[in-house]
Nanobody
Framework: QVQLVESGGGLVQAGGSLRLSCAASVNIFAVNAMGWYRQAPGEQREWVAVITSGERTNYANSVKGRFTISRDTAKNTVYLQIDSLKPEDTGVYYC????????WGQGTQVTVSS
């Protein structure tokens, strides 16, 4: 069974930075893609970023230039560096892995104060 464990969330002021981590229980080298969604209170889950097995990355327009996704295959971990945080970035951030179907982590809370 695939397990994904997120960490790194917290309470930060606007303009600050966070680095989220997603540790996988499988070898991510061969995983089709891994990425992040987020869900703000009362909103639907929103796709944020993805990194493919070929290390291609893509981002939602709302986070381009501020978010950076990367991976460390030796640690089976994907990261999401979030800079210039805004209050609208507040939400639960979920890691996912595309291994035939999507597998999800439990989420990590990011709260940005103005």
């Amino acid at each position: 069974q695939v397990q994904l464990v997120e960490s790194g969330g917290g309470l930060v002021q606007a303009g600050g930075s966070l680095r989220l981590s997603c540790a996988a229980s499988v070898n991510i080298f061969a995983v089709n893609a891994m990425g992040w969604y987020r869900q703000a209170p009362g909103e639907q889950r929103e796709w944020v970023a993805v990194i493919t097995s070929g290390e291609r990355t893509n981002y939602a327009n709302s986070v381009k230039g501020r978010f950076t996704i990367s991976r460390d295959t030796a640690k089976n971990t994907v990261y999401l560096q979030i800079d210039s945080l805004k209050p609208e970035d507040t939400g639960v951030y979920y890691c996912y892995a595309d291994i035939g179907r999507l597998h999800w982590g439990q989420g990590t809370q990011v709260t940005v104060s103005s």
